[in-house]
């Protein structure tokens, strides 16, 4: 099951789409046009691909909101386009700074911690006050 689900990531993680990398240098976490639309850009992949310079950080404002959006985005978009879940690696940058500034979302963490589903992230960012 294990195999079958890392070859899904990696799967999912080649077939991101690179529209919204402009928005990669910019460390808002702005969720980028097209993201909710386009079918070929796929969230989990920007996800993985998001650079992350310190996993640890404590965000704060707007910034700390456009982390958790982005979040929130990821899996409607993934249900709206895909008419289902995808899982994400705990172990990618943008998790872990999603999870150093909202420790809740670990309760979403399945498969011995390695993933997290972003439709029970969503589930776990919306019990967060705004």
Do not use: W
Not at 32 to 57: C, I, M, Q, R
Not at 74 to 79: D, G, I, N, T, V
Not at 84 to 89: A, C, G, K, T
Not at 93 to 107: E, H, Q
Request: some cysteine.
């Amino acid at each position: 099951m294990r195999f079958l689900l890392l070859l899904l990531l990696l799967f999912v993680g080649l077939k991101g789409h690179a529209g919204g990398a402009e928005y990669h240098h910019l460390n808002l976490y702005l969720t980028p046009p097209g993201f909710l639309e386009e079918y070929e850009f796929h969230p989990v992949g920007y996800l993985e691909s998001y650079p992350v310079a310190d996993p640890l950080k404590k965000l704060k404002g707007q910034e700390k909101e456009n982390l958790r959006v982005l979040f929130i985005n990821a899996a409607k978009a993934c249900k709206e386009k895909y008419h289902q879940d995808y899982p994400l690696s705990t172990y990618v940058p943008i998790y872990k700074l999603l999870a150093a500034n909202f420790p809740s979302v670990r309760g979403a963490e399945g498969e011995g911690g390695n993933v997290a589903f972003l439709g029970q992230i969503a589930v776990y960012l919306g019990a967060v006050a705004k």
